[in-house]
């Protein structure tokens, strides 16, 4: 008999941005930031030798991933920002040409980049629940299977030579 189940954790972490699609002003041609939080699941069957699906440190590692990599930092996603933004002395600039950093796309991005990380084979598929305020959030679950059978693998490496 095995059981379906989510080992969940949970993350915050700060980010800057700019949204070109934004309604407001302060939110469309402002560099702001936003205090994120993350939950990370991952789903699958219990191990019965193990009693486990995946061992929590392991969940641990993936976020350490994600907050290494978003926590105070500045999300642009055209030449001039990315620019702009070099000039203006900041040093952690994530440079996605052409991915608004909406949540939906942040949710995108990470589920991709996390996958491929994932090896344990009762690990089915990976969700991610994002909040850009404390009521406001995007979630979304990638199979593991189709992700790696499409070789969808992370979106476009930074520009400043940060990668995951
Ligand atoms: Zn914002």
């Not at 949204?19 to 191990?47: E, F, P, R, V, W």
Request: proline content about 2%; hydrophobic content about 45%; charged content about 20%.
């Amino acid at each position: 008999m095995s059981h379906s189940v989510t080992v969940n954790k949970t993350i915050t972490f700060e980010m800057a941005h700019i949204l070109k699609s934004a309604k407001t002003l302060a939110c469309n041609a402002t560099i702001h930031g936003h205090s994120y939080k993350m939950k990370l699941g991952l789903i699958g069957d219990i191990n019965p030798e193990t009693g486990m699906l995946v061992d929590f440190s392991k969940v641990s590692e993936l976020c350490r991933v994600v907050h290494n990599h978003l926590d105070h930092a500045l999300w642009v996603s055209t030449e001039k920002q990315f620019k702009q933004a070099r000039e203006m002395g900041n040093e952690k600039v994530l440079f996605y040409p052409g991915i608004e950093p909406t949540a939906e796309n942040m949710v995108i991005v990470i589920l991709h980049t996390l996958a491929m990380s994932i090896v344990d084979s009762n690990v089915f598929d990976i969700a991610i629940e994002l909040w850009e305020t404390k009521d406001s959030s995007v979630s979304c679950i990638l199979s593991l299977v189709s992700a790696k059978m499409l070789n969808v693998s992370c979106l476009p490496a930074f520009v400043n030579g940060n990668n995951w």
